[in-house]
């Protein structure tokens, strides 16, 4: 009796292993999943802020061409960026970011050299949502960038990354944005 008992253990035992396996190989795998879902929900987040700021820069240009005749280049430029921001990967973000920064400071500096343009009310609160989008941006590139460390670490380290190879994952690339603008704008009318 006790030897049929033995024989049920042991295999009872390897059984409840390769299930235990089994559940953390779909725990693992379903980790990957959410990391996975969460960063292209963030860079939706992105998209969707980068828009906007776009946007908001397109109506401070509309109101400082009455002040200062900016070229027809520039509002072609944010247009062209606004189009290509909906289906822009984290690498095509990265140059839109540099272009958008680059634009909105030297909207400023026209702000600065024209007094008038800088007490308008409008202007100046159309500004103020530009900055706050800047901050917007800002906390989900930090969160994007998060979730693509820890996504990274998981592929890069044993046991997750010979999961990860057989789902055949590949690394999340970093939103690298300029966090200031490294040069004065050039102002050319």
């Known amino acids: 009796m006790f030897e049929s008992l033995i024989g049920w253990i042991v295999p009872g035992i390897i059984v ?21 879902n969460s960063s292209e929900a963030t860079l939706g987040q992105i998209r969707v802020a980068m828009k906007k700021r776009l946007d908001m820069i397109e109506q401070l240009l509309g109101s ?12 072609e430029k944010v ?6 921001v ?33 007490t308008a009310g409008t202007v100046m ?21 998060n979730i693509s460390q820890e996504f990274n670490t998981m592929i890069d ?3 997750s ?7 055949g994952l590949i690394k999340l690339e970093y939103l690298q944005f300029e966090e ?3 040069t004065p704008p050039k102002i050319e009318f």
């Open 79 to 84: 247009t062209a960026m606004r189009a290509s």
């Open 180 to 182: 200031a603008i490294a």
């Open 157 to 159: 380290t044993i046991p």
């Open 86 to 118: 909906a289906t822009a990967g984290p690498g095509d973000l990265n140059k839109v970011e540099a272009e958008s920064r680059s634009i909105f400071g030297r909207l400023l500096a026209v702000a600065e050299n024209y007094p008038d343009l800088k």
């Open 16 to 36: 409840l292993v390769i299930i235990g396996l089994i559940f953390w190989i779909i725990g693992i795998y379903n980790r990957f999943v959410a990391l996975k």
């Open 64 to 75: 400082v061409k009455s002040y200062a005749k900016f070229e027809k280049e520039t509002f």
């Open 125 to 145: 609160s159309m500004m103020d949502s530009v900055k706050n989008l800047e901050d917007e941006i800002g906390r989900q590139r930090y969160t994007f960038n």
């Open 161 to 167: 990354n010979f999961i990860g190879r057989q789902m």
